[in-house]
């Protein structure tokens, strides 16, 4: 008899500095699948789920699609909208049992109303439904927040190891080969985590340092009885306890092991802990960098202003500087704002208009930008992803315009989301290689749709809910001391 998975998902990135709450409304609105309608959304996609579906059909299992459903980066869930979402994925795993294995796609840093660590509060009750028999494994963000409670009720957990997170695929089927394992009585796994009393701001893994930190993780992975290791940068706009880097270590029947391993990849992160300090350069001085760089296209990504991290997407600092500047061949994409796009597509392609953009959410992230505004473009904001990261996913960003301001082409679109790759500007008529500067908002997922694009990548942060200034935030919940916050706090 085949093997039976039970497939699941329920993620969210809580940034809860982010001003008011995340619903069942958002989950909908963004990614909402159940039953079999999960194969069609994720099957064949570089998706989390998409992995685990393929490698359930290479391998002759039998995967029970249950429930998926993601929000986008946010505020905290509320608790009544949390409670209907779990029971949801609850009511659709009992559904499918009998069942030998679940498999989850969960983030790490999720938060809701009374609970602090969304995930262990998931993976408690799906163990509470299924029993202490059946094992259960899951996929994290590498921005998870990993804690001892997270352990307590699964075999095995396993973090995307790039950011970019362009092996979100690879880490969903491995969570399938490792429950066939289990299941199969061929592996006895136990889990070490070793937390660090550190932050860090959103650091790529393309670059050093962690480039090589990612590398002596795969190292420790030949040791004897290694199942897996993995760096998880932790998510640092989420104000709970939890909050951190740490370093989650897998073998076979052997905890020294495990120990052993995680232990020595912690201590190499505290080592360069000084080299992860982030660069803070301001919209000005991004574009004076940008125009100083050598012949080609060159990419100023508005960190402070991610909404893949939670941030509202209207910020007007970096666009303002680039109008400002009078850039020759520059285009800005994407801005958030429902209302300019509905004004654009009233008023038709053609048409001059006044435009009062973006900077609706609080004043932290700019003011309005009020100029005149050529309407040069109207799409539907429909495309796939072409990035390595999510290919293949359909995305749906509303009614979008391309404006012409002073001479800068500026994407305007109806729904909040960060550029991942080119496709958004092809949509709308621009060939993003044939231009000087590329202003778009996102703080490292970008690279893998923009790195074989762009000559340069230079990263503007200014004042916003996903800056690189982690003091500016204003922790107050964080274990302390800890680092950067506390420039004397200790790893022992």
Not at 76 to 89: K, Q, V
Not at 170 to 187: C, M, P, Q, T, Y
Not at 474 to 485: A, C, E, K, N
Request: proline share 5%.
């Amino acid at each position: 008899m085949a093997i039976r998975i039970a497939i699941g998902e329920l993620s969210h990135e809580t940034n809860t500095f982010c001003a008011g709450s995340t619903t069942v409304a958002d989950f909908r609105r963004f990614m909402w699948f159940e039953g079999e309608a999960m194969r069609g959304a994720h099957a064949g996609n570089r998706t989390y789920v998409g992995g685990m579906l393929d490698r359930c059909d290479e391998l002759g299992v039998s995967a029970v699609p249950t429930f998926a459903t993601m929000a986008y980066p946010s505020g905290t869930i509320a608790a009544d909208d949390f409670r209907e979402l779990l029971d949801r994925l609850l009511d659709s795993i009992r559904a499918a049992m009998p069942v030998d294995a679940v498999a989850l796609a969960l983030h790490g840093a999720g938060v809701a109303e009374g609970h602090d660590d969304l995930e262990a509060t998931i993976l408690t009750e799906v163990r509470a439904l299924v029993g202490r028999e059946v094992p259960i494994a899951a996929s994290l963000d590498l921005h998870g927040n990993l804690t001892e409670a997270m352990l307590e009720n699964v075999q095995g957990l396993f973090g995307v190891h790039f950011y970019p997170h362009v092996d979100s695929y690879e880490r969903g089927a491995e969570v399938i080969d490792f429950l066939v394992r289990v299941v199969r009585g061929e592996l006895k796994p136990v889990l070490h985590l070793e937390r660090l009393p550190m932050m860090i701001a959103t650091t790529t893994t393309d670059l050093e340092p962690m480039a090589g930190l990612n590398d002596l993780a795969r190292e420790a992975e030949k040791r004897p009885h290694l199942v897996d290791c993995t760096i998880f940068h932790g998510f640092p706009m989420t104000d709970v306890p939890g909050v951190g880097v740490s370093v989650l270590a897998i073998a076979d029947g052997d905890p020294v092991a495990a120990r052993s391993a995680a232990r020595s990849v912690a201590e190499a992160i505290w080592e360069v802990r000084e080299a992860l300090r982030p660069e803070m350069l301001s919209p000005q001085e991004a574009i004076a960098r940008a125009l100083a760089a050598p012949p080609g296209m060159v990419v100023i990504n508005d960190t402070s202003d991610n909404p893949g991290g939670g941030a509202p997407g209207d910020s007007t600092h970096l666009l303002r500087a680039l109008i400002e500047a009078r850039l020759p061949d520059a285009c800005f994409g994407f801005i958030y704002d429902p209302n300019v796009a509905e004004q654009a597509h009233r008023a038709g392609t053609g048409s001059t208009i006044r435009v009062r953009l973006g900077g609706k959410t609080d004043r932290q992230h700019g003011e309005p930008i009020e100029e005149e505004a050529y309407v040069k473009v109207l799409s539907d904001g429909r495309f796939r992803h072409t990035t390595p990261m999510w290919r293949g996913l359909a995305v749906d960003l509303g009614p979008m315009a391309r404006l012409q301001i002073k001479g800068i082409d500026v994407l305007v679109a109806s729904s909040r989301q960060q550029v991942l790759d080119d496709q958004v500007f092809l949509l709308n008529g621009i060939d993003v290689r044939t231009r000087r500067v590329v202003g778009l908002k996102s703080s490292q997922h970008f690279r893998a749709g923009f790195a074989d694009l762009a000559a340069s990548i230079v990263t503007a942060d200014a004042p916003g809910a996903t800056s690189l200034d982690l003091h500016a935030l204003g922790h107050t919940r964080v274990r302390r001391p800890i680092w950067p916050l506390d420039p004397r706090a200790e790893y022992a």
